[in-house]
């Protein structure tokens, strides 16, 4: 075996090449520490991102990431896009474009949000790096150290990053099946008003909601915009997963109902197109998008040409809203069955949410379950999922996960569900030898049936445990 220069030993033929560095030694870390500025002392890895390298393995059904399932996309369809912009527009392509976006791209995005209900002019919005960057710039335009965002619980986990290298003081009010309690955040409003302190913003996902799967219901949307109006506080929606509906009536947006005077809107094609075009946007209050431009001037001058005209050029080809009809067939079938083995593999005092769109499955164990130490033993096993800790800056989450249903093919999801179901279940029944307590079986192993065939269970959202830190950020 050789070693290249970075220490790693190279991948057997036929692996994917590894990515990723090999840890630092001791004496690498020491070097540059006096270096870092204080900020980088809080921040912290995405639970997803560091869980792409090990998922990445072929032999790995991996239930983690948020993939799209990429593998959908007609390659023709993709070469006529290439081919379009080589024939029309290489140089363009090949060039630095405006902050704010193509205008081409801006009409696709325009066309995305009339189809979710809401009109938006090219003045109103930047085109982005993925949803994922205008986070990350709202964050950066919004936070000084120790400034309060209010969140829900579980939040984003690709959120969790963010908001930690700006040293937010992030605060979670807990969700049932009807989304944020927005009841619980207002009484946290008053109680930080109390203590003198102005939260600058609330970021949800209130549709489909990533991780917990639920969506807001239109009274607490109401109330919600309400309550900015009344508090003079920002709203981020953020929208990933609205056009990846499975059942029900499409959701009124919150923008739609503030009209955009409090409330940011952000949206993305990851999941209606391709992660891997890194395109989102940002619509935003006037004076509030000339900060986000110069953020964004600061982190890379402008969005990708190449992808942008990749998008407009795809909405030029094909009816777009058809690849999104064919994804949503395809999802609802694999939650479907993922909802279905979980009824059959996981133990009866296990909790999951029933989503009515989007790419995730909300699971909650008996709470002498540690998800974080569960993940290594289901890594043995050849799956993956995200435990719920990632998904609190607090330390809640330990005994639920996160499960992605639309990244593999159903019987990857039967297959990897009834693995973790098989560890889930051992565990039971240690700590039933141990502690004398009688736990009750799989429903699979009792050969029972689904005593709730629609699988909807109320969402556990787990409550703190003892050992666990204030809501606080780093
Ligand atoms: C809720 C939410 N916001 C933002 C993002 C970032 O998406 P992207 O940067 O790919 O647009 C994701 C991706 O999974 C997400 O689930």
């Given at each position: 075996m050789t070693i290249d220069d970075k220490g790693r030993a190279p991948s057997a033929p036929g692996e994917p090449k590894r990515v990723g560095r090999s840890p630092s030694t001791a004496r690498d870390i020491e070097r540059y520490a006096g270096l870092f500025a204080s900020r980088t002392r809080g921040m912290k890895s995405s639970a997803m991102r560091d869980m792409m390298a090990v998922t990445a393995r072929p032999e790995v059904i991996s239930l983690a990431g948020g993939l799209p399932d990429t593998r959908s996309f007609p390659p023709e369809t993709f070469a006529a896009m290439a081919n379009q912009i080589a024939a029309e527009s290489c140089a363009r392509a090949l060039q630095y474009g405006p902050t704010e976006g193509l205008p081409e791209t801006i009409d696709c995005i325009a066309e995305v949000m009339a189809a979710e209900g809401m009109r938006v002019d090219a003045d109103d919005l930047i085109v982005t790096t993925g949803g994922q960057q205008a986070i990350d710039l709202v964050t950066r335009a919004l936070i000084d150290p120790g400034d309060v965002i209010i969140a829900e619980a579980?939040?984003?986990?690709?959120a969790v990053p963010s908001f930690a290298s700006y040293q937010a003081d992030v605060v979670q009010i807990d969700m049932d099946a009807d989304g944020m309690r927005v009841d619980l955040m207002e009484e946290t409003l008053d109680r930080l008003e109390r203590e003198g302190r102005r939260p600058k913003f609330v970021y949800t996902v209130p549709s489909f909601q990533n991780p917990a799967g639920v969506t807001m219901s239109l009274p607490r949307r109401k109330r919600l915009v309400e309550v900015a109006n009344e508090r003079e506080i920002l709203v981020l929606e953020d929208n990933p997963y609205g056009m990846l509906r499975y059942e029900g009536e499409p959701q009124t947006t919150l923008r739609s109902l503030d009209g955009g005077v409090y409330v940011m809107y952000l949206g993305t094609f990851s999941k209606i197109l391709s992660p891997g075009i890194r395109l989102g946007w940002i619509v935003a209050p006037g004076p509030v998008l000339d900060k986000l431009n110069l953020g964004k001037q600061a982190a890379?001058?402008?969005?990708s040409t190449l992808s942008q005209l990749m998008v407009s050029s795809y909405f030029h080809q094909v009816g777009w809203r058809d690849y999104v009809d064919s994804l949503v067939e395809i999802y609802r079938g694999r939650r479907d069955t993922m909802l279905d083995a979980l009824e059959r593999h996981f133990p009866p005092q296990a909790e999951w949410t029933r989503p009515a769109g989007g790419l995730f499955i909300w699971a909650t164990l008996p709470?002498?379950?540690d998800t974080t130490d569960l993940l290594a033993r289901a890594l043995q096993a050849n799956v993956a999922f995200v435990p719920g800790e990632g998904a609190y800056m607090d330390g809640r989450g330990r005994s639920s996960m996160r499960l992605n249903f639309s990244g593999v093919d159903e019987d990857e999801i039967r297959e990897g569900v009834r693995r973790i179901g098989e560890i889930v279940q051992e565990q039971v029944e240690l700590y039933g030898t141990l502690t004398g307590e009688q736990q009750a079986p799989a429903r699979a192993a009792e050969g029972a049936p689904a005593e709730d065939a629609e699988g909807g269970r109320v969402v556990k959202i787990p409550t703190r445990r003892s050992g666990g830190e204030r809501a606080s950020g780093p």
């Open positions: 579980p939040t984003y986990p690709g890379d001058l402008c969005t709470d002498f379950i």
